[in-house]
């Protein structure tokens, strides 16, 4: 009977230190596995997108609307009627006067790659380049205004106000500092972003669900402008966000945006709003960003829009067309941009409006992510 006493007290003895022992492994390993979760959060992938400040110009030629920089596609036979009758026929067809205009461009050490020209209509050759300094931009527009006015002898070639930035010494402090804003209203957590060198920007943030939005804030310039249309156009939709064709009441033909874009005047930018836009809903159910005018430049707009009653002010981000409303009355200093916005897109909108216009356009160079998967 003792026996049997000692045996059972072995026996518990012995399930006791394996159950401690069992225990012990476990805690052991939720350690581990404790600690490499630790370690993954620790190392959590980030994304990497490196950017460059870009400089730009954009130069603007025409000639008289009865003497057109190209021919428009005629036969040989046409052409040679044309000859005959001593009427003026244009010595380039749009490809042969970009293709002259480019070589003009690389006799002066243009980088070719950085060079984008285009005829818009018949009378109008758009050049856009990425001249260093203003000292650059002015030679190059230069040698094509010279080149068109030997090619168009007697013509009258003009050679319009060109629009031009470029990168000085605090261009790339003054895009962190906006892009800083911008991730600050986004409430990206744990972002870094640094200058690197004189013209460029390193932007880290951590892993993120959509990085395709993200570019898409980070690389807009957000350059919003209002410019005023000639009367001799009109959108042939009257939906916003759809102003990519339009009617030339003159000539009956359907135009590009980019011509009436280069035939508009801008009489505002985004530089006279206040940073306090604000997504709300519409009339029509859809959303809408409200804006405001500065108020030093409220008065300025309410004289403008007086003056020009019945005109189309167009609404224009980044060169596309986002609105085209008439101007129905004098307006006070307070508008709202429209566009069959989803609420993520006006919000977008409204970040890039308070972050304000970055100084340049942005280029990138590089992206990529680092770090554990």
Not at 21 to 48: T, V
Not at 84 to 95: M, V
Not at 216 to 236: C, D, H, K, N, Q
Request: charged letters at 25%.
């Amino acid at each position: 009977m003792h026996t049997t006493r000692d045996s059972v007290a072995t026996i518990l003895l012995m399930v006791g230190i394996v159950t401690v022992i069992l225990m012990s492994s476990g805690c052991s390993r939720q350690g581990r596995m404790s600690a490499e979760g630790e370690s993954r959060r620790g190392f959590q992938s980030r994304l990497r997108v490196e950017l460059r400040c870009v400089p730009h110009a954009e130069m603007s030629f025409t000639s008289p609307e009865d003497k057109p920089l190209v021919r428009a596609g005629e036969s040989e036979q046409e052409q040679q009627q044309t000859r005959e009758s001593a009427r003026y026929q244009s010595p380039h067809t749009g490809e042969t006067l970009q293709a002259a205009t480019h070589d003009v461009l690389q006799g002066i050490a243009a980088d070719p790659s950085k060079i984008t020209i285009s005829v818009v209509g018949n009378n109008r050759l758009l050049v856009e380049t990425q001249p260093a300094n203003p000292q650059e931009a002015e030679r190059q527009k230069d040698a094509v205004a010279t080149y068109l006015r030997e090619t168009y002898p007697g013509i009258e070639i003009q050679a319009e106000q060109m629009r031009a930035v470029f990168v000085g010494d605090n261009t790339a402090d003054e895009v962190v500092s906006i892009l800083k804003r911008r991730l600050r209203s986004l409430r990206v957590r744990k972002s870094v972003v640094q200058k690197q060198g004189h013209d460029r920007v390193m932007v880290e943030l951590p892993s993120l669900k959509d990085p395709e939005r993200m570019l898409s804030i980070l690389g807009s310039t957000a350059m919003l402008e209002f410019p005023l249309v000639p009367t001799r156009y009109r959108p042939t939709s009257p939906e916003p966000n759809t102003n990519e064709e339009w009617k030339d009441e003159q000539t009956g033909e359907t135009v590009g945006w980019e011509q009436v874009r280069a035939e508009s005047r801008v009489a505002f930018t985004g530089y006279d709003l206040m940073e306090n836009a604000k997504v709300q809903s519409g009339e029509a159910g859809d959303w809408v960003v409200a804006f405001e005018l500065k108020p030093d430049r409220k008065d300025n707009f309410r004289e403008f829009t007086r003056c020009n009653v019945g005109r189309t002010l167009a609404i224009v981000l980044d060169r596309r067309c986002i609105m085209a409303p008439v101007i129905r009355t004098a307006i006070p200093g307070r508008g709202i941009i429209e566009g069959n916005m989803t609420a993520e897109e006006a919000h977008d909108l409204q970040i890039l409006l308070n972050a304000g216009a970055l100084p340049v356009p942005l280029e990138i160079l590089e992206e990529g992510t680092y770090g554990p998967a």
